[in-house]
């Protein structure tokens, strides 16, 4: 007879496999796996006030990086500057439908539905009643997790900028500064969100 083990206690260690079961830890506690020492589960302090707060800024932030000037160019008597969103139309018009749809989906549709999960799941775990379609939402924000690709977008820009510099003046648009910011809170997201504690409260909703 095979005794049945508490699940939602079980951990598995990302580098040897190892099956641990985790104790309660309080805060500033880790969970370390007793073959490699690798830190299995470290609780973040106040993780939904600081998710929901990080989510909403980036949200806010979506707004000005895609519209504002990312970069402006004087170069022949004339002055060019070009947003987030002008960039995918210009592709678009040039017939590179496939990277404007690229663009489009990795650097703004994917980031934007994730800040929206990440904030709409922690506004309804502190304000309103624990519904069974968040289960969805966070599956969603896992699955999200991979494909926003804002970062890379960024990384292009200062290849551009490194590029143009000799050969053009270049001025930098206030669109550069939002997609730092919105970087810093996509990057925050990933610290301050407690993947476990989450997964806790949500198994609370089939209790
Ligand atoms: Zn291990």
Known sequence: M???????TLAACQRCDTLVNLPKLSNHQKALCPC???????????TLDKT??????????????????????YAAGQYNQASLFTCIVLLANEGFYFIAFCVFIF????????????????FCL?????KPHLIVFF??????NNWAMIH?????II????????????????????IILLLMCSTMLSITLDHRFIWQQLEQIND
Do not use: E, Q, W
């Not at 690798?38 to 106040?46: D, G, N, Q």
């Not at 599956?139 to 999200?144: D, G, M, P």
């Open 107 to 122: 650097a703004i549709a994917v980031p934007a539905v994730r800040l929206f999960t990440a904030f709409y799941l922690t």
């Open 152 to 156: 890379v977008f960024f990384l292009g």
């Open 139 to 144: 599956r969603s924000y896992h699955l999200l």
């Open 159 to 178: 290849v551009s900028l490194y590029k143009l510099v000799d050969i053009a003046d270049i001025a930098i648009g206030t669109g550069i500064t939002s």
């Open 36 to 46: 490699c020492n690798t830190v299995l589960h470290s609780p973040k302090k106040h």
């Open 2 to 8: 095979t005794a049945s083990l508490p699940t939602d």
């Open 126 to 130: 502190k304000y309103t009643s624990k």
């Open 52 to 73: 929901f707060a990080i989510s909403f800024a980036g949200l806010l932030l979506l707004i000005p990086a895609t519209v504002m000037p990312l970069m402006g160019i």
